[in-house]
């Protein structure tokens, strides 16, 4: 029993690898779970075993992105970063996370309803997420203290979600869509200190 136990415990973490890179590079709808199968040379039923469909297997896909995303995030805040250094840190990382997606999987992954429940929650919670940041970054000086925060939060989100509806990520370089997100949402926000910081940041940008 240990032993089948570790054996699915492995086969699924090669699962979950490969989904990962062919869900990115493919997108989601061309990728058949026999195409996982074969790859990895296992049987559809063990496939089947571990996830009954495709949408389950998304669903982990995703989660865990987002976990390892955290883990890098949680790592890089340690004493002596500052709220600008993350910013800058958190578009670098999704810069680079976006130039290893294809922009299909980003339009597929609006059709499997459990993913997008699970998005939609996670938005809500970064919104929770945002205030505490923005309140953080008032007490540490870059940030002007009197920000109608539920404003600016509405605002950002709306503008995110326009990028993502219209696909504009197909139409202009997403560093550069990041770029400008920054210089609207951020710069804004900042004191004297914080634009020092941002300025300085952006260079390497």
Not at 158 to 164: L, P, V
């Amino acid at each position: 029993m240990v032993i089948e136990n570790d054996y699915k415990k492995e086969v699924k973490a090669k699962i979950l690898q490969l989904a990962t890179t062919m869900f990115f590079q493919y997108g989601i709808r061309k990728v058949k779970m026999d195409d996982i199968a074969a790859r990895l040379k296992i049987s559809k039923r063990t496939l089947y075993e571990i996830y009954q469909n495709k949408e389950d297997l998304l669903y982990e896909v995703v989660v865990l992105n987002d976990k390892r995303g955290l883990e890098k995030l949680e790592e890089f805040d340690k004493p002596g970063v500052n709220v600008i250094n993350i910013i800058i840190h958190v578009f670098k990382l999704q810069t680079e996370e976006f130039s290893r997606i294809n922009p299909v999987f980003l339009e597929d992954i609006g059709k499997y309803p459990k993913v997008m429940e699970y998005i939609q929650n996670k938005r809500k919670r970064k919104r929770k997420q945002v205030v505490a940041f923005i309140e953080r970054g008032i007490s540490e000086g870059c940030f002007l203290p009197d920000i109608n925060i539920e404003i600016m939060n509405t605002l950002a989100d709306a503008s995110g979600h326009y990028i993502m509806s219209n696909n504009l990520y197909n139409k202009y370089n997403i560093k550069e869509i990041f770029r400008t997100v920054v210089l609207l949402y951020i710069r804004g926000i900042c004191t004297e200190k914080g634009i020092k910081l941002l300025d300085e940041e952006m260079k390497g940008f």
